[in-house]
């Protein structure tokens, strides 16, 4: 009565190991400020409910497995707007940016191959790999570079002959960075010179602030046949629910063989992608507002953040949150003790301790905040946070 | 710039490997009578949609992994009915039956691991086995034997130290195979005996026929730790195109450990599983009906291909598939002369080659009919299929 080595080698999920003193919390009639997860509190364009409530299919069927042609060529359209010229045959509709993720690592790389992946990253990465057997080999950023990325020779140092691409998210979750042109340029210098794919995860591009330039690994055209972006529409049109991201490349061969592993699943669900469909069609001034929505928030954060003493912390200059690091020996402790054993006022916040972003045993000093509630709460749990840090510091003695 | 030795290995779908010859054939304005999908034209309860309908939500949000807990509950009053009792932590909502059964492997098997299927079986089986690097021990059953199971020795014999389960569909898509008592009794005994998992994929429960005595898997309590259901709401509720799925299993700690593999997907579409929700509460009259035009459909259609001369066919027992064993060499060779060099009264029909159900080098001279149209229209396309097997036999003298 065994099970696979492969499930029980994966990890629980992270997020998932607090969420019991949340409830906890929550059942003591504790109000718990969420900065613990990435669900935006933006609305989602009343385009995509409209469409769907206009529908008046009597049978819900099956779609391509590539995707709803309309949904493609929608995307096709709206990838235009960022001067990327992408094809029919260069897209597939996937289950969310994981699914695309997923089936991505199937086609490249086989049980024992290995990506590298600037870390912190994106705690699933590491899950998604594991569950087919693929390595990450973390290359560490630090929050006192910003989190921006290490030489070109520190890549190269992790290069092997296993190893098949590079991961990364830009901009980044966890740590908000937004890669310079540089650095686009360096990472594809490398994938050329040791034949690597590069796969970007760019589900956060239209949250950039401060005017800061954002370069797509889609433009980079002397390795377009190794760039591989990953798309959703969940953060960009706060559409979490509907579970449609993308697979993009020039790499048509690929495609084709990816899409028999959307073969296996058939389809992604009709209904979603009618809707999706629209949501492309948003008007811009959307875009505007909720990027005003979240510059704002990032300012406020930060700005109270900063009033915290002891914390090392840089500004993120995209995406919608912050890696901290605070003067405690164990972050997640910390995190535990704040939903279980404290309170301010009857309120405590929930926060996701960031060593579960690192591949190295690192981070463990470190949180990942997400600024996607109001400003007013921001500011109050920012303030209960820094109370909360001072009382925990003062028992523990750290 | 290669592509794993996993993908590499997986074939195209067998079924897209004919779609060119339709569209062509469209092209030319035949009418082409789709025997080859198993996409039904029967209307999906009204209930979905007026519900998605009237959702007043701001928000499309993500969900809970395991699923939303009103349609989770609404399975487990669904599944009183059939008098199976689950509780809320031995069900997970999958996108359909597809990602339920290669969670479900990926938990079982490791690389290099064995899953014994009876063949003709469901092909993408053998897809979702080798995308993960599962071996697939095909037990061949016959149409002599009305596509009933081999004897326990038989199956013992397929037996090594690397298999993990055996996987059936229950009534079976191609065959229509509905397994007696016995047979389900001998496998619970093997299983129990040998320490295998039993993974039944009952998809297509409320399709049987003429009475006959349907047996699940989840009734056999002295294996209910080993028994996993695979189900789908796509066939019973003609919703395909809404992906949802479900793992039903007694053994809990292998829920937990598939629930690594759904929290790295995060969830399901949030809209289609609050309309997956309702339609569980559809009124049993619905099945009543549906299951009386199927009973007619297969009536029809099993009279109909009786006239043919010199073909083998066993009238099936459930689920809306037939296989058949026609007088060709090669059945695929005459699905593409079908849509390629035939028509009547500039009509022809679409069929699927059955080699693509066996893993086994068998199956040449068989194709599988899928009955999801209408009687009349199966008339006409089964004395299509009639003309045109005996002008083709004539051609090719066989």
């Not at 800061?212 to 889609?218: D, H, P, T």
């Not at 579970?243 to 979603?272: A, F, Y």
């Not at 811009?284 to 914390?311: A, G, H, M, Q």
Request: hydrophobic letters at 35%; a negative charge.
């Amino acid at each position: 009565m065994n099970f696979s080595k492969r499930i029980l080698n994966m990890n629980e999920s992270p997020i998932r190991k607090l969420t019991p003193y949340a409830e906890a919390a929550k059942s003591q009639n504790k109000k718990v400020y969420h900065l613990n997860i990435g669900q935006p509190d933006i609305e989602t364009p009343h385009l995509f409910m409209n469409k769907i409530k206009s529908l008046e299919d009597k049978i819900i069927k099956y779609t391509s497995s590539t995707g709803n042609d309309e949904l493609i060529d929608n995307f096709i359209e709206f990838y235009k707007d960022y001067g990327l010229d992408y094809k029919r045959d260069e897209i597939l509709i996937t289950n969310g940016a994981s699914e695309g993720l997923l089936f991505t690592l199937m086609a490249l790389g086989d049980v024992g191959d290995e990506i590298i992946i600037p870390e912190p990253f994106y705690t699933n990465y590491k899950g998604i790999c594991s569950s087919i057997g693929i390595n990450v080999v973390p290359i560490t950023t630090k929050i006192e570079d910003a989190f921006h990325l290490p030489s070109k020779e520190d890549f190269i140092n992790k290069i092997t002959d296993k190893t098949k691409a590079i991961l990364l998210s830009n901009p980044s979750n966890p740590t908000g960075v937004v890669y310079t042109k540089e650095e686009i340029e360096t990472i594809a210098t490398i994938a050329k010179e040791h034949n690597l794919y590069v796969i970007s995860d760019e589900v956060y591009r239209d949250f950039i602030y401060d005017d800061k330039e954002f370069n797509s690994f889609g433009e980079i055209n002397p390795i377009a046949d190794r760039v591989i972006l990953i798309d959703s529409l969940s953060k960009r049109f706060s559409a979490c629910g509907a579970r449609i991201g993308s697979i993009v490349t020039k790499n048509k061969l690929l495609i084709k063989e990816i899409l028999k592993l959307c073969q296996l699943r058939l389809c992604c669900p009709m209904l979603e992608q009618i809707g999706a469909a629209e949501l492309l069609k948003t008007p811009k001034d959307y875009f505007i507002s909720s990027l005003d929505t979240y510059k704002k928030r990032r300012d406020v954060l930060y700005n109270e953040l900063k009033k915290i003493p002891n914390i090392t912390i840089t500004k993120p200059e995209g995406a919608f949150y912050i890696v901290i690091k605070l003067p405690v020996k164990d972050a997640e402790d910390f995190c535990i003790w704040l939903l279980r054993d404290f309170s301010f006022n009857n309120e405590t916040v929930m926060l996701s301790p960031a060593k579960n972003f690192y591949c190295s045993d690192l981070g463990h000093n470190e949180v990942r905040i997400a600024y996607v509630i109001d400003e007013n709460e921001l500011i109050k749990a920012s303030q209960i946070l820094k109370i909360g840090l001072e009382k925990y510091t003062l028992e523990k003695g750290c």
